[in-house]
């Protein structure tokens, strides 16, 4: 396949089978990228209709000014319909984009295969299929390749080249270099369930499904403080909803079985309670919200307003900055109090973190146990978690939790605290971890197991998960941000908490956190 490999990546023809959304979504981005492109499609007509749609769309960004006439009249001109499949024979790439279906799958690449010419690749946009079985009974399976695009393919930048057991070095090379040429940011992963996107993003829904499971709070504020805390473009809800609880729950069965009941990726029964109902979210009309005519989303719960406190200190020492505690700290600076330096309190263990005082409240980051269990260990009834933020200084909104022995009293002054830093404040019942601290953990957890395991690399999954599902940071990169310690220690303690498997660390964390006495260990991105 050495003659297949270009710098600019594939140069000549791409045919793309199947005329669906995601199909006619590469055929546009191809054709846009300077290709001819043949669309071929068993259905009569569906074809010749998604290239008709398509040059509706180079329109409408003519009109937009994101394209000149020019060249959009150029891109639809490099666009036909491929009558049959035998038409394809002297593509130079094709991508399919079929039903998933293993053996469908398997009975077209094995007809592409006597077709194309001798370097000619064949791409699979599987989602969610085995690239190493999809090519197993070819004759020469090494030019099979996953080239996994997110839909809208024309607008979401994320290309994942998964490689197969049998999948050339230089083929993947070849795709990769493609999906750039395209102006998209592809990334490598070995072929292994979930590639990298719809595995680690599992513990996004997974968490936030247990969280209210749990009670810890409504869809609504959960869904909020994940926003507006923790920078999440969607909330864990309202994303299941967009996507279809049917779909969803799919993914994760499907990945909970390819890693043989592996419990990170065990499912909600209360989502397989949304199926069996039939609310499947916005496409049924109804999921964790409404979606009929007059419906709104209900609003996140908000605590009163409470008096700014007069006094506030923290415990951290004197030039040695937390790397959370401190940005909350500015915050609070920033909201006009002047934040003095004290000791810790008595009780406190050795290895407690730096925490701030307010009017005898103990105000902590959670790392992963219960305001009542940190509360019982310091001797100090008067406790309150806050949870991670993205951005500190640009956050509106912070998640607080009291312990079961907290005065009301205490807790009054700690949120008015944080509302006088200009912060809406939610409370949630009092489960370990919180609920942005938590899911980042478990993202980061499962991002680190898979470069662990060869999957894909650091910077790989950090690209995956930005550009794929639009977080604020790459997992691995939020690790960098507030240590891996930290991250290690709210796992340990929620596996600690619940007695599971699910939140056991990942070896690599492990030997990340051994390496912080190196000043070259430590970190995932230097």
């Keep these: 396949m050495d003659q297949a490999i270009s710098a600019h990546g594939i ?133 099979l390749v996953g080239m996994h695009f997110f839909n809208p393919v024309p607008l979401m930048a994320l290309v994942e080249v998964i490689s197969g057991l049998a999948t050339a070095p230089s083929v993947a090379a070849t795709v990769y270099a493609t999906a750039l040429a395209w102006g998209k940011s592809p990334v490598h992963a070995k072929s292994t369930p979930g590639f990298i996107v719809n595995r680690v993003a599992r513990p996004f829904y997974a968490e936030a499904l247990r969280l209210l499971t749990e009670q810890a709070a409504d869809a609504a504020t959960l869904d909020a403080v994940m926003r507006e805390t923790g920078g999440f473009r969607m909330g864990p809800f309202e994303l299941m909803d967009l996507i279809g609880h049917d779909v969803n729950f799919s993914v994760t069965q499907s990945v909970h079985q390819a890693y043989f009941g592996d419990p990170r990726f065990t499912p909600s029964v209360l989502q397989q309670e949304m199926v069996n109902a039939g609310f499947l979210g916005r496409k049924s009309g109804r999921g964790f919200y409404r979606y009929g005519e007059g419906d709104g989303v209900p609003a996140a719960h908000s605590e009163a307003p409470q008096p700014r406190p007069s006094t506030v200190s923290v415990s951290a020492e004197p030039g040695v900055e937390h790397p959370v505690v401190g940005r909350m700290e500015a915050r609070l600076r920033a909201g006009g109090f002047n934040v003095e330096h004290r000791k810790p309190l008595p009780g406190a263990g050795a290895h407690e973190a730096p925490a701030f005082y307010c009017h005898g409240a103990a105000v902590f980051l959670t790392d992963g146990r219960s305001a009542t269990e940190r509360a019982a260990a310091n001797h100090h009834p008067d ?144």
């Design 11 to 143: 140069d000549g023809i791409v045919a793309v089978i199947g005329s669906g959304a995601m199909g006619a979504g590469i055929a546009q981005t191809a054709a846009g990228a300077g290709h001819q492109v043949l669309l071929f499609d068993t259905r009569e007509g569906a074809a010749a209709k998604a290239i008709a749609d398509i040059v509706k769309v180079y329109a409408r960004l003519v009109e937009k000014g994101r394209m000149t006439a020019a060249d959009a009249d150029a891109a639809g001109a490099r666009m036909r319909v491929a009558a049959s499949l035998a038409e394809v024979r002297d593509a130079a790439l094709v991508v399919e984009a079929i039903v998933e279906n293993l053996d469908v799958k398997r009975a077209l690449f094995a007809e592409l295969e006597a077709l194309v010419g001798e370097h000619c690749i064949l791409a699979t946009n599987t989602s969610s299929i085995s690239v190493t079985a999809i090519g197993a009974r070819l004759v020469r399976p090494e030019r």
């Design 383 to 526: 406790t309150v978690l806050f949870d991670l933020a993205f951005d500190y200084a640009g956050a509106t909104r912070m998640c607080l939790a009291r312990a079961d022995q907290c005065s009301d009293s205490a807790y009054d002054a700690v949120v008015g605290l944080f509302q006088a830093a200009g912060l809406t404040v939610s409370r949630i019942d009092d489960v370990p971890g919180m609920v942005v601290m938590r899911t980042v953990a478990m993202l980061a957890n499962e991002a680190a197991d898979a470069v662990n395991t060869g999957v894909c690399s650091a910077g790989a999954v950090d690209v995956a998960m930005q550009k794929g599902v639009n977080y604020p940071r790459g997992p691995l990169a939020w690790t960098d941000a507030i240590g891996v310690g930290q991250v290690v220690t709210v796992l340990a303690n929620l596996a600690a908490s619940y007695g599971e498997d699910r939140y056991r660390v990942s070896p690599l964390l492990r030997r990340k956190l051994a390496a912080l006495a190196s000043t070259t260990g430590g970190r995932f991105h230097e």
